[in-house]
């Protein structure tokens, strides 16, 4: 499997499904936003956490993609995907309702965590048990802060923590540094990559890593 990230909560995954390569793009965003998506961007699937000019650019990305924007369970193509809906009730901020995905691939288990903007209660937790790789946002605004996205870590106890949606050149929201959840958590390794590569079996079975990736 290799994942790649395109700025704010943008990624590219790609994998193998029964020997065939599946691509996946997460949250492709418009160009308000102040940054620009890969000219030649295609996938198999496209999923939307939420309908903001941050995520909801599925036209942007070639291939005709199948696309998610729903909360429910899916199976496209061999990958095992769920929506989850955990704004419920009327409990929305200036009416927004982000969800969060549940990706299962190649044996490895992902959590995109999307625009989430507050803590996660213990039964929303509950959807994320037994998380390989999970990606959260940590820039504070209008997604949490650095401190919560330490919080929700030790509370969702994945192998690998990939921090998303903070502030890079271009992007034109105000967010904190990466530096910011990095400080808060105590373990980013020193060196960031342009992508991970990883396989089952190379998912670390004792301490937790936290990988830092470089805009694409």
Known sequence: ??????????????GKVGGEEISIVIDPYQKTTGLKLPRSFSADIVLISE???EQNNGEGVGGNPFIIKHPGEFEVRGVFIYGINIFKNGEVKEGRRPLIYRIELEG?????????????????????REIDIVTLPVGGGPVIS???????VSQ????????MYF???????????????????????????????????????EDMQVITLEKS
Not at 146 to 152: I, S, T, Y
Not at 170 to 191: P, R
């Open 156 to 163: 969702i106890e994945p192998r690998i923590v990939i921090p």
């Open 146 to 152: 650095p401190q919560q996205a330490d919080e929700l």
């Open 1 to 14: 499997m290799q994942i790649t990230w395109h700025g704010l909560s943008c990624f590219k995954i790609q």
């Open 51 to 53: 309908n903001r000019p």
């Open 167 to 205: 502030s890079v050149p271009g992007v034109k929201e105000k967010l904190a540094t990466v530096d910011k959840f990095c400080k808060e958590i105590g373990i980013c390794a020193s060196e960031k990559l342009s992508k991970l590569k990883i396989n089952k079996k190379d998912l670390p079975q």
């Open 108 to 128: 490895i288990r992902i959590a995109h965590l999307g625009t989430l903007y507050r803590p996660l209660k213990d039964e929303e937790l509950a959807a994320l």
